[in-house]
């Protein structure tokens, strides 16, 4: 199929101008100076150094990224675009998209104007669940998720359009934002499919085109809802997890793929490749199944000295204490503050929550008698789990999906940023150990 014959038609299929659009246009050139002036000005100017440790420690604290959506400071945790994530859980998720890209909420017609983009075009083609079918029955629900967005590669407006040679580098961001906002109108269908599909939730669910974004994701899910409630868990969770910081794997890696430009569905199942690593989002599922130990230890809630003689049990045999700790933090996340608030106003009778909750008053401190945590407190980890399980989503290999399916809102910000500034090729220089001992003697 000819590439300008598929543009065409995807063109035809949805309206193609939004106002996020717009607004981007509109920023877009006066960014791209200020940025050139800078480079101009400063260009020399050192920011930071590398130690050895650094360079054999995941260069931890190098400051050598750019991201201009979201910060992380060890104190105050997330701040996205300037705000405290603590100031935007009652905003619905795809504000937090339209924050992300251009600095501010949405207005009221900028809010609709979206929600309308993203339902147009929310529709999970059936090849993509062909693919999802013809999928080991035991696939992990995040390789499914990754083979669905690899699937839709070949929609790609980007790809179509620089293969085609119908695009100048000053458009790049607009094919980019194209395709960003079908991946990310899809996922929640995508994501919503594959837990009923694994699970055998039985047949699918349509997406509702009279609900938004994150409403459409409990709603497909098909988890009983009659309070409301996990529509709400769903929106807060879509809104805790959308971005943090440039560095993290998941970010990263999204942002290496693109730099070459590989479009949207490449970089973001890249990224989300990286997302499913125990060490970085596939920590979700192993704090439940933390937490549930504890519950079928002691059939129930531990008492305090149950608990910490738990912790320290496994502390003394080598085990990390799953959903503490964090490479920047050094503080209490606020993402998990959030969770555990509506856990003490939603369910507070819960076992599992309990046992949380119990835990937020007593590892801390083990953790500091311990000495090693350079953070003892909780992280977005902690109490998330315990939250899904109560709405009775029990399938833990599963909650990796959700937090990519936020997730993909910071990469595909992040993404659409970068081909706007026209950021190059990452490509840092590596050296090799003799070269360091050498620098040593
Ligand atoms: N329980 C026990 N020991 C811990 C610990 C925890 N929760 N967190 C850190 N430590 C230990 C480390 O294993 C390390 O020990 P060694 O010196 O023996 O290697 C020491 O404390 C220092 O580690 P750190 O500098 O404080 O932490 P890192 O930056 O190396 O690692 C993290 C950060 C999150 C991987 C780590 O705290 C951890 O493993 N936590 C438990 C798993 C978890 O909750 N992961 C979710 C991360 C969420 C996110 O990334 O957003």
Redesign the pocket.
Known sequence: MPSTTYVQSHKGAVSNTTMLKDVLAAQIPALRAEIKELVKAHGEKVISEVTIAQLYGGM?GVKALICDTSLVEPDRGLILRGHPINELTQCLPDDIFFLLCTGRLPSTAERADLQRALAERADVPDYVWDVMRALPADSHPMSMLVAGIIAMQHESVFAHEYAAGTLSTDDYWIATLEDALTLLARMPGLAAGIYRLRFGKGDLIPYDKKRQWGANYAHMLGIPDPSGEFTNLINLYLVLHSD?EGG?VSAFSCATVGSALSDAYYSVGAGLSGLAGP??GL?NQ??LAFVLDIRDHFKGVPSDEQLVQYAWDK?NSGH????????VLRATDPRFTAFHEFGKRVCPGDEVFQIVDKMFRLIPDV?KK?G????PYP????GSGALLHHFGMTEVSYYTVLFSVSRAMGMLSQLVIARAMGYPIIRPKSVQTDWVKAQCK
């Open positions: 931890r943090h993290n060490l970085h920590a192993e704090c502390l990390v204490i799953p959903g503490y700790g964090h490479a953790l311990q090693k945590a350079k953070n992280n977005v980890d902690a």
